[in-house]
T-cell receptor, first 114, second 109 residues
Framework: DTEVTQTPKHLVMGMTNKKSLKCEQHMGHRAMYWYKQKAKKPPELMFVYSYEKLSINESVPSRFSPECPNSSLLNLHLHALQPEDSALYLC?????????????FGDGTRLSIL | KNEVEQSPQNLTAQEGEFITINCSYSVGISALHWLQQHPGGGIVSLFMLSSGKKKHGRLIATINIQEKHSSLHITASHPRDSAVYICAVSTGFTDKLIFGTGTRLQVFP
């Protein structure tokens, strides 16, 4: 069991669908992250929220839309995805710092685009 | 050249062996992280260190700031240690981590 909970664990969607990935933590962390991970590759940072405000967007296509409605929740809204977007999407959280705080990861959502 | 390099890329061992995974980096850092990822799953943070040495159970992590090098050691390895081990560094300006490509470890009984 991890302290960062991601739902759903698996998601299959068509290219025209709209879906959302959810992430929740109750550790009092004020930094939250979305990563994308392809098979046998390290995670790639997508977005960072710090104090519920978007602080880093790694030039992610607009078909991915993050949202941080409160300090415990992080969403990733998906629309018009492409087959190459199939991957494991990982959420993480930490205390706000300058990379000197350990990040706590969820188990991920495995996304398949048909 | 990647800013964070790990070696070896793949490692197999017999149960009970002592294992070392190396990480070299070329940027100034505020901290170095060792992470573990089991197949199909999430990532666990094993260590975060900025100097010296840390130990947790059978795992030991060391860092040499002058040489820009860190090692992760596993003593008395066990099949449940089979996983991908990832080295990542933070540069101190943001919360962003720079990841190495990972070391895939398989420990056989």
């Amino acid at each position: 069991d991890t302290e960062v909970t991601q739902t759903p664990k698996h998601l299959v969607m068509g290219m025209t669908n709209k879906k959302s990935l959810k992430c929740e933590q109750h550790m009092g962390h004020r930094a939250m992250y979305w990563y994308k991970q392809k098979a046998k590759k390290p995670p790639e940072l997508m977005f960072v929220y710090s104090y519920e405000k978007l602080s880093i967007n790694e030039s992610v296509p607009s078909r991915f839309s993050p949202e941080c409605p409160n300090s415990s929740l992080l969403n990733l809204h998906l629309h018009a995805l492409q087959p190459e977007d199939s991957a494991l999407y990982l959420c993480a959280s930490s205390h706000v710092g300058t990379g000197d705080q350990p990040q706590h990861f969820g188990d991920g959502t495995r996304l398949s685009i048909l | 050249k990647n800013e964070v390099e790990q070696s070896p890329q793949n490692l197999t061992a017999q149960e009970g062996e002592f294992i070392t995974i190396n990480c070299s980096y070329s940027v100034g850092i505020s901290a170095l992280h060792w992470l573990q990822q089991h197949p199909g799953g999430g990532i666990v943070s094993l260590f975060m260190l900025s100097s010296g040495k840390k130990k947790h159970g059978r795992l030991i992590a060391t860092i040499n700031i002058q040489e820009k090098h860190s090692s992760l050691h596993i003593t008395a390895s066990h099949p449940r240690d089979s996983a991908v081990y990832i080295c990542a560094v933070s540069t101190g300006f943001t919360d962003k981590l720079i990841f190495g490509t990972g070391t895939r470890l398989q420990v056989f009984p």
